[in-house]
């Protein structure tokens, strides 16, 4: 499987984790998950699962208000439900 844009595979032999890392940056803040193969279940369900946190991080940040150019503590704290959710 290949790496997409803000998802990234890690399948090296010498660490102890296999699986996907979000990563997302806006407004100066980076939300990064890591989405093991062990925990969900295989490599595809582990992508699947990242694909649907990406998909509701990123409609919750791009659609969120700003205060001087950052995020609001609000959507902070919604995207930091999200992440914990998956």
Do not use: H
């Not at 649907?52 to 919750?60: N, Y």
């Amino acid at each position: 499987m290949k790496s997409k844009k803000n998802l990234t595979r890690f399948t090296y032999e010498t660490t102890a984790f296999q699986g996907w890392r979000l990563c997302l940056s806006r407004a100066g803040t980076t939300f990064t998950k890591y989405f093991s193969d062990k925990k969900y279940g295989g490599p595809r369900k582990a992508m699947k699962a990242a694909e649907e946190c990406l998909k509701e991080l990123k409609d919750l940040v791009d659609n969120s208000r700003r205060v001087n150019g950052k995020l609001s503590q609000t959507t902070l704290k919604k995207a930091k439900k999200i992440t914990d959710a998956a």
